[in-house]
């Protein structure tokens, strides 16, 4: 008897424990989309300084180019980044996303022609 009483209470604990989201939903909640099109963005301002492009300009600092082009600022970008993030699957989804607009602007940028990238090296060489 006792052990059904320990189990139904550890299933209890179990179900109220998985209902409860890890992370809450932030005050100002970025659209997917939108949190796409800023990690895109955000990839193109680190490749132009990874690159040494930043020697010919001055770019933005990230937090500068959010609150200027998104009218976001660096602590909500991060609460929405810890919310996406908590849902692996959909965070997963969210960059194969970023990545397919990466290379489709890579193609724009190469005459139609796709980067060939050997995956196990990388771009670097």
Known sequence: MKKLLFSVLVLFFVVVSCKQSAVETPKNLIDENQMVAIIFDLALLDAMKSQGL???RNFPTAGEFLKKKYKVDS???AANSKYYAADIANYKKMYEKV???LNEEN???NGGKPLEVN???G???
């Open 119 to 121: 995956q196990e090296e």
């Open 107 to 109: 193609m724009k940028a």
């Open 54 to 56: 930043n020697t010919q």
């Open 123 to 125: 771009i670097v060489k």
């Open 75 to 77: 602590v909500t970008f």
């Open 99 to 101: 990545r397919t607009r």
